[in-house]
């Protein structure tokens, strides 16, 4: 039985039939749970009920999900449609797709016909859904539910994987964890959505760019109608997200609908539009409307209007991107700014490193943050937040993965670089901890404090294995053999130390020749105490004579 999913109904959870087809679903119970000789072979792009309750790994009932093809098999299948190009481009194209054959077939026809064949130049247009494609996935994501679009337009926006934590938070609205992994569910049975095996949830590529272009075509025609639908439900950018996700939600979301408008209504227009929806927010319960004032905000921005003026009063304004923008005789008086971002002060910075490939700077700050740029453009990456007071030292692992900083709060924290959270927080210093270093290896990690001791962590399992003590004054700087087995630290109290990791022994003291080093000044007279003590603290010595 081929294409099962015509007898399925849309606009509900997946799995359930349509009116008159209920007794196909009796029919697979029974061959689900009779003993009988036959073997009927379903396929369909929604899994139906029975199969979901019925299937298991070693039960007379399994189910297999079809994955893409790869390279290689994509090839084959497209052997015959006259398309060239490099390994490179091949791999592209068909991870674009996910590996889906039917849109593969269906996309060699453009690329043979409009392009020539030519699969680079197809990829650089840059455009991945459109023909019959569009319409397989149109008819698709029309015959979800509401809770399962409104899913598909939040992964959209955030363009990246998330989890179950960050989707309620996105949903806001009253709905059960129950509820949510239904809807989770049943997309997933649709090969709407994909899962990690950690539990976060994306949109493949050629689906991303189809939700993507379907919510600012939806944002554009609300504006034009003054109609607020998504336009008050849902961001077009989210202030607080990483900066590489919000630049890529301006990019892909928030540009897209301002040229759209202004192809379609020209600046005049749209300005009186949008003036005409902040009106109506004001007689609007606000519970419908929470982002579309500071969606108003930010197209006002993006479109580079004159904000002088404007009165935002008594309004939401949730995820208004407002870094280094000039706000003149702006009215927010009684505004909710809940998300909203303003520019900040930068402030000082005690430490910097660069990732082993070069490619990311750090900075800690003395207001407890990360800052975090690409090196090639200058452009920030994202701000890692969590000490709460100086960042006195900051580290790249040595596979540029993991950033570790030491900070006046006394702890140090573990970051995830591609993620920005944190890891582990590790804590046993009682003072700032001054210098972080990690070993060679990447699993040993070094901390230099205040307290005048060096800690010795496991960085896998976040916990110190060793304590060397041995300085008098403040460890400013810890440092690695190149072979991982000793560890270098100095100190204000003017040493610098060898110390053997695995038994925290110190092999050897290094100080420098000071220029009074071991001038004895026992007995002398003419000086102050505060005179003798700067001689001490230069080499000299006060020994009694031997007799």
Excluded at 44 to 70: M, N
Excluded at 438 to 467: H, M
Aim: charged share 20%; aromatic share 8%.
């Amino acid at each position: 039985m081929d294409n099962v999913e015509s007898i399925l109904q849309g606009g509900q959870s997946a799995g359930q039939y349509r009116e008159g087809y209920a007794e196909y679903g009796r029919l697979l119970q029974l061959l689900g749970e009779v003993n009988h000789q036959s073997c009927l072979l379903l396929t369909s792009r929604e899994k139906p009920r029975e199969v979901a309750r019925l299937e298991g790994s070693t039960l007379p009932v399994r189910s297999l999900q079809l994955l893409g093809i790869g390279e290689l098999e994509g090839r084959l299948i497209l052997k015959d449609k006259g398309l060239f190009g490099s390994d490179e481009s091949w791999n592209d194209l068909i991870q674009s797709y996910s590996g889906n054959p039917l849109a593969l077939q269906l996309v060699s026809e453009s690329i043979r016909e409009v392009f020539g064949g030519d699969v680079t130049s197809f990829l650089k247009k840059g455009e991945l859904v459109f023909g019959d494609i569009y319409d397989l996935i149109n008819e698709q994501f029309h015959r979800l539910s509401e809770l399962e679009q409104e899913i598909m337009y939040w992964l959209a926006i955030e363009r990246e994987p998330v989890s179950l934590e960050d989707l309620e938070e996105d949903l806001e609205h009253p709905i059960s964890r129950g509820d949510l992994l239904v809807a989770l569910g049943s997309l997933r049975r649709r090969s709407m959505i994909e899962a990690s095996s950690t539990a976060r949830f994306t949109l493949q590529p050629v689906i991303m760019e189809y939700m993507t272009d379907e919510f600012a075509e939806q944002i554009h025609q609300e504006i034009a109608t003054e109609a607020i639908g998504l336009f008050g439900s849902h961001p077009l950018i989210k202030a607080q997200a990483k900066d590489y996700v919000r630049n890529s939600q301006v990019r892909l979301i928030l540009k897209p609908v301002a040229e759209r408008l202004l192809t379609n209504l020209g600046k005049a227009s749209i300005e009186k539009k949008l003036k005409s929806i902040l009106s109506i927010l004001r007689d609007k319960p606000p519970q419908a409307i929470d982002y579309a004032a500071g969606n108003v905000l930010n197209l006002l921005i993006q479109l580079k209007f004159d904000l002088r003026g404007y009165d935002f009063s008594h309004l939401i304004v949730r995820q208004a991107y407002l870094q280094g923008v000039a706000l003149p005789d702006v009215n927010f008086a009684h505004a909710d700014l809940a998300g909203t971002v303003f520019t900040d002060t930068f402030g000082s910075i005690f430490s910097v490193a660069l990732d082993p490939n070069g490619e990311l700077l750090a900075a800690g700050t003395n207001n407890g943050y990360i800052r975090v740029w690409q090196e090639s453009s200058g452009k920030p990456f994202f701000n890692l937040q969590g000490h709460s007071n100086w960042v006195c030292s900051i580290a790249f692992s040595p596979d540029g993965k993991t950033l570790a900083s030491g900070s006046a709060d006394q702890t140090i924290r573990l970051w995830d670089v591609s993620r920005g959270e944190c890891l582990k927080t590790l804590q046993g210093h009682s003072g700032w901890v001054l210098s972080v270093a990690f070993s060679p290896d990447g699993k040993t990690l070094a901390s230099g404090s205040a307290d005048q001791t060096i800690r010795l962590w496991d960085v896998s399992r976040g916990e110190c294995f060793n304590v060397l003590q041995g300085h008098s004054s403040w460890v400013y700087s810890v440092a690695f053999s190149p072979d991982g087995l000793t560890v270098a630290s100095s100190s204000f109290d003017g040493t610098n130390k060898l110390w053997d990791v695995q038994t925290g022994v110190c092999l050897k003291t290094l100080r420098s020749e000071r220029p009074y080093e071991r001038m004895n000044i026992n007995g002398v007279t003419g000086l102050t105490e505060s005179q003798k003590g700067i001689l001490i603290a230069l080499g000299a010595i006060e020994e009694q004579e031997k007799g």
